[in-house]
């Protein structure tokens, strides 16, 4: 080998070892306003078009939410308001509720990291959706404050935990792999209130304390086991 063609392939080799690990974008919502801090309030979420995000909660600048990745993160700060995603649906990874009040409304939002999407809410904080959720690339997880969810679910052969956090669930239609309430040694208590619609599992398990306590309240509607589930108690919750 050349000492021109080692050179070469010592600065390619150093050029890979050095290549950055992609790391989540933070998006801040920013409603309708466009001043240079992340005031949050009402809005339109699309993807591409309006700059009704901010790249930094104080001072950053107003950007439309990406057509493309799986790693750009929501949150939603500020003063709470009624947020419409757009018809054709939006695509993120984590969602991150600040402020108390928030709705989450209209096309459908597609959790698409192939490994772990959370959705977290503040202590004490709450929240509402009522779009449509897909989760089949990756398992998703609650943590924190509240969420009253009435929209559709399709978690397909991925999980969705309840960790430290109380699901008001009103789902038509909430399918998935594996649902597990009361996750994480140490963690906080966790609930599932259920009191309309369908909650349907693949052949895993419910469970409901792993780890941590866990309580499962199923007033109405319909929660159905697939074929050969299992449903595990291992909390001293009650079911």
Same mark, same amino acid.
Request: no cysteine; proline share 4%.
């Given at each position: ?128 959706? &009522?779009? *449509?959720? +897909?989760?089949?690339?990756? !398992?998703? #997880?609650? $943590? %924190?404050? /509240? @969420?009253?969810? &009435?929209? *559709?679910? +399709?978690?397909?052969?991925? !999980?969705? #935990?309840? $960790? %430290?956090? /109380? @699901? ?15 996750? %994480? ?55």
């Amino acid at each position: 080998m050349t000492p021109r063609s080692s050179l070469l392939s010592i600065a390619a080799t150093t050029t890979l070892l050095a290549a950055p690990t992609a790391l989540a974008l933070p998006h801040f919502w920013d409603g309708t306003d466009l001043s240079l801090n992340a005031d949050g309030g009402s809005g339109i979420w699309d993807a591409g078009l309006t700059a009704n995000w901010d790249d930094l909660a104080i001072g950053g600048l107003s950007v439309p939410w990406p057509l493309t990745g799986t790693d750009n993160d929501v949150i939603f700060g500020g003063a709470a308001g009624a947020v419409t995603i757009e018809a054709a649906g939006v695509a993120a990874n984590d969602l991150s509720f600040l402020t108390t009040g928030y709705t989450l409304g209209g096309g459908m939002l597609t959790l698409n990291n192939t490994t772990q999407n959370t959705i977290t809410l503040g202590p004490g904080i709450s929240a509402a959706i &009522s779009s *449509s959720i +897909t989760a089949t690339a990756g !398992n998703v #997880t609650l $943590s %924190g404050g /509240t @969420l009253d969810y &009435s929209g *559709s679910y +399709t978690g397909g052969t991925k !999980n969705f #935990t309840v $960790s %430290g956090a /109380t @699901l008001n669930l009103t789902s038509p239609a909430f399918t998935l792999k594996k649902f597990v309430v009361g996750a %994480g040694v140490g963690s906080s208590p966790a609930t599932m209130n259920m009191s309309s619609g369908s909650l349907t599992t693949s052949n895993d398990y419910v469970g409901a304390g792993d780890g941590v306590d866990g309580t499962i309240n199923v007033s109405g509607g319909t929660f159905t086991l697939g074929t050969n589930a299992t449903a595990l108690f291992l909390g001293t919750g009650p079911v």
